[in-house]
T-cell receptor, first 116, second 109 residues
Framework: GAVVSQHPSWVICKSGTSVKIECRSLDFQATTMFWYRQFPKQSLMLMATSNEGSKATYEQGVEKDKFLINHASLTLSTLTVTSAHPEDSSFYIC????????????FGPGTRLTVT | GQNIDQPTEMTATEGAIVQINCTYQTSGFNGLFWYQQHAGEAPTFLSY??LDGLEEKGRFSSFLSRSKGYSYLLLKELQMKDSASYLC??????????WGAGTKLIIKP
């Protein structure tokens, strides 16, 4: 149980375009989902926390107008990178916390974004 | 501020034992996690400690001392597939995960 999927697993896009990444909890309800970014040889950096039905909470330094997060249901959250630039190229990972638990996060497999 | 420290890199020999340390200073404590992350993949859960003491799970064990703000992950009978980064993370008073930078473990034959 507790499986989280991400789609796509990798994407290449041109500078200036937008890319949407989906995160789904497959066999549980996730009140809270988290979006992370990870640059090569660095640790996870939390970008934002999203709760179902409400606006996401962004970490300091993360542009909310550039990284649009929607958490419309208990099983789906999306991250849209708008007007992508090469410096947005990174590994984006989502995680989900089950409604009834307050501690463990289940991670998706990640999405490798390359902006050319 | 909140801070989690762990060594950047460690090297060990196949079949041996290695201990990866983690010290933390956070606003509140609701448990400490260890995750394994292979290059290009998402982290996978290894252990969760919220009470002092040693938790053993197969070849992996995790220890916690809350009074010292200290934990370690112990890996026994090392295998080549254990080469990965090991991430220490603390759940703070807001149930937010605070991540360490990770320890890259290199296993040599």
């Amino acid at each position: 149980g507790a499986v989280v999927s991400q789609h796509p697993s990798w994407v290449i896009c041109k500078s200036g375009t937008s890319v949407k990444i989906e995160c789904r909890s497959l066999d549980f309800q996730a009140t809270t989902m988290f979006w992370y970014r990870q640059f090569p040889k660095q640790s996870l950096m939390l970008m934002a926390t999203s709760n179902e039905g409400s606006k996401a909470t962004y970490e300091q330094g993360v542009e909310k107008d550039k990284f649009l997060i929607n958490h419309a249901s208990l099983t789906l959250s999306t991250l849209t990178v708008t007007s992508a630039h090469p410096e947005d190229s990174s590994f984006y990972i989502c995680s989900a916390r089950e409604t009834s638990e307050f501690y463990e996060q289940y991670f998706g497999p990640g999405t490798r974004l390359t902006v050319t | 501020g909140q801070n989690i420290d762990q060594p950047t890199e460690m090297t060990a020999t196949e079949g041996a034992i290695v201990q990866i340390n983690c010290t933390y200073q956070t606003s509140g404590f609701n448990g400490l996690f260890w995750y394994q992350q292979h290059a290009g993949e998402a982290p996978t859960f290894l252990s969760y400690n919220v009470l002092d003491g040693l938790e053993e799970k197969g070849r992996f064990s995790s220890f916690l001392s809350r009074s010292k703000g200290y934990s370690y992950l112990l890996l026994k009978e090392l295998q080549m597939k254990d080469s990965a980064s090991y991430l220490c993370a603390v759940l703070d008073s807001n149930y937010q995960l605070i991540w360490g930078a990770g320890t890259k473990l290199i296993i040599k034959p």
